[in-house]
T-cell receptor, first 116, second 113 residues
């Protein structure tokens, strides 16, 4: 079974600052995928970034990067130069397959608020 | 290209009734997954369908069921509704199960009274 832990229920950050959202995972699977999703108040889950367990390089997508530390079982999301539109809930998730966003296990989420 | 469409967006039902929720995936997507989101339990996986076959099922009672049609549209059904079934039900689609990006709909918010 997989488990995702997000220890920051809420975070407040000044606009243009960088922010790191923490995520640790627990899995017995040899290969797995790690994901970050953003959920604005509209409810839709927006895919941000993916890291496969065998990927040696940290994933990056524009202002988003995933700080993957396999030995520590952590997959923190880093948002550079935060914007007001980044205010939302952020969920870390894992999949029991290195390929595929199937059967996702989500953490409890972090509510990020960007202050002007 | 239209996104994932879930209907209805909002629904109010009475305890004991049954409900059917619909999900139309992005055109060309054949993999559909369903999730339940509640304040207490968070986001939990319900089922996954690919080419009309259920590939995975989450840890939910048999009152929760689903199916996928030949056009990849999916429905989920909850029978004998309980107050605890009140939740946001989210559907996600991807071209096939091995895709690492799943596109979510805006969800159906079900309230059971």
């Amino acid at each position: 079974a997989q488990k995702i832990t997000q220890t920051q229920p809420g975070m407040f950050v000044q606009e243009k600052e960088a922010v790191t959202l923490d995520c640790t995972y627990d899995t017995s699977d040899q290969s797995y995928g790690l994901f970050w999703y953003k959920q604005p108040s509209s409810g839709e889950m927006i895919f941000l970034i993916y890291q496969g367990s065998y990927d040696e390089q940290n994933a990056t997508e524009g202002r988003y990067s995933l700080n993957f530390q396999k030995a520590r079982k952590s997959a923190n999301l880093v948002i550079s130069a935060s914007q007001l539109g980044d205010s939302a809930m952020y969920f870390c998730a894992s999949s029991p397959h290195a390929q595929g966003a199937q059967k996702l296990v989500f953490g409890q989420g972090t509510r990020l608020t960007i202050n002007p | 290209k239209a996104g994932v469409t879930q209907t209805p967006r909002y629904l109010i039902k009475t305890r004991g009734q049954q409900v059917t929720l619909s999900c139309s995936p992005i055109s060309g997507h054949r993999s559909v997954s369903w999730y339940q989101q509640t304040p207490g339990q968070g986001l939990q996986f319900l089922f996954e369908y690919f080419s009309e076959t259920q590939r995975n099922k989450g840890n939910f009672p048999g009152r929760f069921s689903g199916r996928q049609f030949s056009n990849s549209r999916s429905e989920m059904n909850v029978s004998t509704l309980e107050l605890g079934d009140s939740a946001l039900y989210l559907c996600a689609s991807s071209p096939k199960p091995t895709n690492t990006e799943a596109f979510f709909g805006q969800g159906t918010r079900l309230t059971v009274v």
